[in-house]
């Protein structure tokens, strides 16, 4: 697979709790160069990098980051703030604790809200699936496929561990048809992001393979 394709697929990811905007706009600089998916950046930079790319690249971001565990009405707002300093792609993290509780009702409710909060642009539901079982997993594919997400992520990097080669090849199997998958957290390697690619996913959260190329 040409790594061209690859890089297609890619997320460029820049999410650390110190990124300054010299570091956030070369994310930028990068994503739009080596012609990424998008660039995922956190939320408070998103009005600056919109300004900045001028409509050449797709900005996401993410919200309820990392843990999960904000109210439903603060993860709506972050949605809605996201959109309109000029996000066009929304990353937002499940609450867990309902997952645990068996409050699958609370689950899909919450994300048909932030879905209509995303006003028509990209929701990818991220799922933490290194904190999941199997049976876990599997109910929350079709959680984020009735509720009408664009993809369902495998992890936010912040946790345990990221995707695995086994996550992926489950959820692809799972989800609905309308549904796509994106693999994100520990991706470090060309090789790697063509199986996880050849397995099922569409999209794939890394800032690791433009890192490769520029060291070449």
Not at 3 to 16: F, G, N, Q
Not at 54 to 73: D, E, Q, R, S, W
Not at 124 to 136: A, D, F, S
């Amino acid at each position: 697979m040409e790594r061209e394709k690859i890089l297609s697929a890619v997320d460029h990811t820049l999410l650390a709790q110190t990124a300054t905007w010299d570091e956030i706009r070369e994310i930028l600089d990068d994503a739009m160069k080596y012609h990424t998916a998008s660039a995922c950046i956190p939320a408070s930079y998103v009005k600056q990098a919109a300004a900045y790319v001028c409509g050449k690249l797709p900005i996401c971001t993410v919200i309820g980051f990392p843990n999960g565990y904000n109210t439903t009405a603060v993860k709506v707002f972050e949605a809605k703030d996201a959109i309109q300093n000029g996000a066009s792609e929304i990353d937002m993290v499940i609450n867990l604790g309902f997952v645990k509780n068996c409050e699958y009702d609370k689950l899909e409710d919450e994300i048909c809200q932030v879905r209509a909060a995303c006003d028509g642009n990209i929701l990818k539901v991220i799922i933490e699936t290194c904190l999941l079982t199997q049976e876990e997993k599997i109910r929350l594919c079709k959680i984020v496929t009735a509720a009408g997400a664009d993809y369902i992520k495998t992890s936010t990097g912040f946790s345990t561990a990221g995707a695995t080669f086994a996550d992926i090849e489950l959820m692809k199997a799972y989800v609905g048809e309308n549904v796509k998958v994106k693999a994100a957290g520990g991706i470090s390697s060309f090789d790697d992001a063509e199986q996880f690619i050849r397995l099922g996913a569409s999209r794939l959260g890394t800032s690791r393979l433009i890192k490769i190329l520029k060291s070449v």
